[in-house]
């Protein structure tokens, strides 16, 4: 192989967990291949070299930037077209995608303008098989670990977050810049504002800890503890799919089959009964704890710790153990 590639996208204005598993991934793999990685950037100008050392610490040989003009606002059809004409002239046959909401979106249209096999959401590394490669994914909504093989010269693949820990390997900093323009008609959909939700939390899709609840709340004035709860453990906060739809929270909390699909390292679940909709979108969690005051609610079956009790007393005695024993041990 001559390299292997990540895409690093930039939000804003850094690098953010998904691309640093990316790197951490490409890196493992390269090391297997015997062959360099190279962190690919996207952007309408050079990022500071403040920014661009991230990419080295975590294991980048070099980074490539991409800039032209046209690329200031995020235009998946531009960003898959000067990615692919980049694949094809430095002759990757390896590139990751972090799978966030963008990396979705340019993943598919990459690997039909590269000309390569195309490998969704997978949470391993690629492993050499015969004359092709071999990687584990999540299928059938989560209820499934399904194994899926390439035999293809140029292989483009997204890596599900929280599927691969960040671990630094420290390169000296190597920049290489390069003009490429999309063309024109690429551009013809393109976003002309962006709103975010103004929040401090890690989006859901990023979150190594959430906190949700459903309908065994009672209602939105009841909110609080959870909110205190995740505050306490530093994790963001999510609902299932009732509650959202009767406005109790944002539509953007809604996690399950119809809503975000997620897979952090902790998912506490409070009033949630566990319908194998809502179970679809959490059941990669790599731990589940699930606080219910019925026996019976099917969550108990898929949970790694279960409380049988009312949450409005479970909750913040839970909230309380947890603030003093951080105190305490000075986390």
Same mark, same amino acid.
């Given at each position: 192989?001559?390299?292997?590639?990540?895409?690093?996208?930039?939000?804003?204005?850094?690098?953010?967990?998904?691309?640093?598993?990316?790197?951490?991934?490409?890196?493992?793999?390269?090391?297997?291949?015997?062959?360099?990685?190279?962190?690919?950037?996207?952007? #309408?100008?050079?990022?500071?070299?403040?920014?661009?050392?991230?990419? #080295?610490?975590?294991?980048?040989?070099?980074?490539?930037?991409?800039?032209?003009?046209?690329?200031?606002?995020?235009?998946?059809?531009?960003?898959?077209?000067?990615?692919?004409?980049?694949?094809?002239?430095?002759?990757?046959?390896?590139?990751?995608?972090?799978?966030?909401?963008?990396?979705?979106?340019?993943?598919?249209?990459?690997?039909?303008?590269?000309?390569?096999?195309?490998? #969704?959401? %997978?949470?391993?590394?690629?492993?050499?098989?015969?004359?092709?490669?071999?990687?584990?994914?999540?299928?059938?909504?989560?209820?499934?670990?399904?194994?899926?093989?390439?035999?293809?010269?140029?292989?483009?693949?997204?890596?599900?977050?929280?599927?691969?820990?960040?671990?630094?390997? #420290?390169?000296?900093?190597?920049?290489?810049?390069?003009?490429?323009?999309?063309?024109?008609?690429?551009?013809?959909?393109?976003?002309?504002?962006?709103?975010?939700?103004?929040?401090?939390?890690?989006?859901?899709?990023?979150?190594?800890?959430?906190?949700?609840?459903?309908?065994?709340?009672?209602?939105?004035?009841?909110?609080?503890?959870?909110?205190?709860?995740?505050?306490?453990?530093?994790?963001?906060?999510?609902?299932?799919?009732?509650?959202?739809?009767?406005?109790?929270?944002?539509?953007?909390?809604?996690?399950?089959?119809?809503?975000?699909?997620?897979?952090?390292?902790?998912?506490?679940?409070?009033?949630?009964?566990?319908? %194998?909709?809502?179970?679809?979108?959490?059941?990669?969690?790599?731990?589940?704890?699930?606080?219910?005051?019925?026996?019976?609610?099917?969550?108990?079956?898929?949970?790694?710790?279960?409380?049988?009790?009312?949450?409005?007393?479970?909750?913040?005695?839970?909230?309380?153990? %947890?603030?003093?024993?951080?105190?305490?041990?000075?986390?």
């Amino acid at each position: 192989m001559n390299a292997i590639g990540i895409w690093a996208e930039i939000s804003d204005g850094r690098f953010k967990k998904p691309v640093l598993e990316a790197l951490t991934a490409g890196r493992t793999f390269a090391d297997k291949e015997n062959c360099p990685l190279w962190a690919v950037v996207v952007a #309408s100008e050079p990022p500071s070299e403040t920014i661009l050392q991230t990419l #080295s610490d975590y294991g980048a040989d070099k980074v490539i930037l991409l800039i032209h003009a046209d690329l200031k606002a995020f235009t998946p059809n531009a960003y898959a077209r000067v990615l692919s004409q980049y694949l094809k002239e430095a002759g990757l046959t390896m590139f990751f995608l972090p799978q966030t909401y963008n990396g979705r979106a340019v993943g598919p249209m990459l690997g039909i303008w590269a000309d390569a096999a195309f490998l #969704s959401g %997978i949470n391993s590394i690629p492993e050499k098989e015969g004359t092709g490669y071999k990687a584990r994914r999540i299928a059938y909504s989560n209820k499934a670990i399904e194994w899926v093989y390439v035999e293809h010269p140029v292989v483009v693949a997204t890596l599900r977050p929280n599927s691969f820990v960040p671990a630094k390997a #420290s390169r000296p900093l190597q920049v290489e810049t390069k003009s490429i323009a999309p063309l024109p008609e690429d551009l013809r959909a393109r976003p002309l504002k962006v709103e975010k939700v103004a929040t401090d939390r890690v989006p859901l899709t990023e979150a190594e800890v959430v906190v949700s609840a459903g309908r065994g709340l009672k209602g939105p004035e009841n909110w609080g503890m959870v909110e205190e709860l995740a505050k306490v453990l530093g994790a963001s906060t999510a609902c299932s799919k009732p509650v959202a739809d009767v406005g109790w929270r944002p539509h953007h909390e809604h996690v399950g089959q119809t809503g975000i699909q997620i897979s952090p390292n902790l998912y506490i679940a409070i009033g949630i009964s566990g319908a %194998i909709q809502h179970l679809a979108g959490v059941a990669s969690s790599k731990n589940i704890v699930v606080i219910n005051n019925d026996p019976e609610a099917p969550f108990f079956k898929v949970a790694d710790y279960g409380i049988v009790g009312d949450a409005f007393d479970i909750v913040p005695r839970l909230t309380e153990s %947890i603030r003093r024993y951080k105190e305490q041990h000075g986390h």
